[in-house]
């Protein structure tokens, strides 16, 4: 997994198009090689049961799945809702100019962030609208009661009418950091609370008019420099009833109720990609590949696996018995829940997953680097 950072706006004045990009987690020049394929009998079969080759993916790019439609964007503009049962295209159009982060989507919008920093909203094939950010935004945009919400690289919130792009309302810029990863965040809806990641705070915001309703801390910066400090909270987030489990970047994982902002329990942890959860446990990849899988109403650990170290692990994705894990290879692993035994291994192109695998129906779908979407469906 290959993270970056770039410098807030208040630090970047005098140096906008400078980034880091430094690699967090394999910038080493000795990186270790990636964990042998071992032999196995599935005991998990399933055959392919589509492949859509869509262009690149967008360097960002979160496909979203609702009510049984999967939105798309490519890196070079094209935004695709597809049915998700059979791949056939609904619709499809041309933004006019590279995205950078998508997609946001809830059936009837939907909304990416472009490379020139613009928010653009579609609906049913068409351009409805597009305005210019203030900041960049690193996490796909949020699309929900007929609002757009955006979270933006220096750590504010915005949110915009749907049909018209007209401004709502705006949380201002928080904190101090001088970093801001260059990943998506965690930005999502909890009945009639908006759940943001700011910086190391998850925060509960009133989506009406912005107001923070509560802020549960989830790790404290640490470090010598401001590289180790970084802790930003990394999506995707995980729901287990009412509770949201995240991770902050390579320092902490935490359950928080959504509800009150109480946090339920905090671990050290080394990871920097989100978590999966279901009522029992939640799932996640530490960076140098271990898979875990931690209680959710203790967070001690229920046990660990050293299958796929070094491997490049998306986010999983926790689905009936099984945890489907993609990597940098282009395999998709699915990892038993109980106790984290290989059931099957899927192949794509061989570039990487670019996201946490997604359950349609009885679909197991993956989005390649390459812009191929796997469905695969248990037999």
Known sequence: MKSSFSLTPSLAAAAAAVLLALAGCSSSPSRPE??????????????????????EAAPLS????????????????????????????????????????????????????????????????????????ASRSFTAPLVAGQRIFVLSGDRSVSAFDARNGA????????????????????????????????????????????????????????????????????????????????????????????????????????GAVGLAADASLVYGVESNGRVLAWKSDSGDVQWQSDLLLHRGLSAPLAAGRSVAIGDAQGYVHVLARADGKLLNRLETDGSAIVSAPLLAGQNLLALTRKGALYAWRPE
């Open 167 to 270: 401004r709502i309302w705006s949380q201002p810029a928080r904190g101090t950091e001088p970093l801001v990863l260059q990943q998506p965040g965690v930005l999502l809806a909890v009945g009639n609370t908006l759940v943001a990641g700011l910086g190391a705070r998850l925060t509960g915001l009133n989506p009406g008019n912005g107001v923070t309703l509560w802020e549960a801390p989830v790790a404290s910066p640490r470090g010598v420099n401001e590289i180790e400090r970084l802790v930003d909270l990394v999506g995707p987030a995980a729901r287990v009833q009412r509770d949201v489990c995240v991770r902050a970047f390579q320092s902490a994982l935490a359950c928080v109720d959504a509800q009150r902002g109480a946090l339920r329990w905090t671990k050290p942890a080394n």
């Open 62 to 133: 979160v496909p979203v799945l609702v009510g049984g439609e999967l939105a798309l964007a490519s890196a070079s503009g094209t935004v695709r809702v597809l049915d998700a049962e059979s791949g056939r295209e609904r619709w499809r159009a041309e933004v006019g100019s590279p995205v950078a982060v998508g997609v946001g989507f809830d059936g009837e919008t939907t909304a990416v962030v472009t490379q020139g920093n613009e928010l653009v909203a579609l609906a049913q094939g068409k351009v409805q609208w597009r305005l210019r950010l």
């Open 34 to 55: 990636p964990a042998a394929l071992t032999a196995f009998n599935p005991t998990l079969p399933a055959r392919l049961a589509w492949k859509v080759q869509l262009g």
